[in-house]
């Protein structure tokens, strides 16, 4: 029964994502929190953060590819990104173990990281977003500062860091959207994978809800979000061309203040 929910679930992810254009983590970590949450299991929080990388990571290497078909794939970049991301992942997964990061805190966390998606959301859809190009590349040390920040947010909220790594490269290092969002497809996939190790070769931790778990990493409830989320991907694209841009603008204001109110509803309940 379970699996059947979360492949439903999953589909309704990626259709999301697909209409919407945001990342699968944005919608994992919010799915399988509420659903560790209803289910009692012990620090909810850690096992939707790792096991969202997990799905990201999946979703991520298919993003990765279709950049690398349409030949725009800078994957030296990317994996520079994703190096430091990594480390990045590394200090917050420090963060989300200490007792400082209880629930109220990522339900905080991740309502705020909503609140700033969709800022960047209606400024990205606006005429005045700043799109010019003054560089053709990034340096080591620039390379460095995104990549420790995508892989630290990425860590606190399950998410891929791509969120943050799209307008860093973008609006502050002013690389050509394009190329930001391919080197930020392939950090991603370093990012993830990090993340998602580093969370499942933490020994001694209790069963998840199914018996395929590894750390805090639930296998058995992130493969069926990831089968049903590429399904839903298509669709939501499809259905993406034929709806206004008024309509998405406000169709995300609504999924936005939806998943922030579930979290926080199941936060109280729980």
């Known amino acids: 029964m379970i699996f059947l929910i979360l492949i439903v679930c999953g589909l309704a992810a990626g259709t999301v994502a697909g209409l919407f254009g945001v990342g699968g983590g944005i919608l994992f970590t919010p799915i399988l929190f509420i659903l560790f949450s209803s289910v009692g299991l012990e620090n909810p929080a850690t096992w939707a953060i790792a096991t969202s990388l997990f799905c ?6 298919s993003s990765s590819i279709q950049q690398r078909n349409e030949k725009n794939f800078y994957w030296k970049q990317g994996v520079i990104v994703g190096v430091f991301g990594s480390v ?18 990522f339900v905080l966390v991740f309502s705020l990281l909503l ?9 990205r859809s606006s005429k005045d977003v700043t799109l010019l190009i003054t560089n053709k590349t990034i340096s080591i040390p620039k390379a460095a500062g995104a990549g420790g920040i995508g892989g630290f947010i ?4 399950g998410v891929g860091g791509g969120i943050v790594l799209v307008p860093i490269m973008n ?24 993340g998602w190790m580093q969370f499942a070769l933490l020994a001694g931790q209790p069963d998840g809800i199914t018996p395929y778990t590894l750390g805090y990493v639930d296998f058995g409830s ?4 990831v089968i049903g989320a590429f399904a839903g991907g298509f669709a939501g694209v499809r259905v993406g061309h034929s709806v206004s841009q008024l309509t998405v603008q406000v169709g995300f204001g609504v999924l936005i203040l939806a998943i922030a109110a579930l979290m926080m509803m199941q936060l109280i309940n729980s």
């Open 222 to 225: 992130g493969l069926p979000l």
């Open 88 to 105: 990045g992942v590394y200090i917050g997964k420090q963060v989300v173990l200490s007792p400082f990061y209880t629930e109220d805190v």
């Open 115 to 123: 609140v700033f998606v969709a800022i960047l959301f209606f400024r």
């Open 154 to 157: 990425a860590a606190l909220a």
């Open 56 to 61: 990201t990571f999946t979703a991520s290497i």
């Open 171 to 194: 609006l502050i290092y002013k690389l050509r959207l394009i190329k930001a969002v391919s080197i930020s497809s392939m950090a991603i996939v370093l990012i993830s994978f990090s």
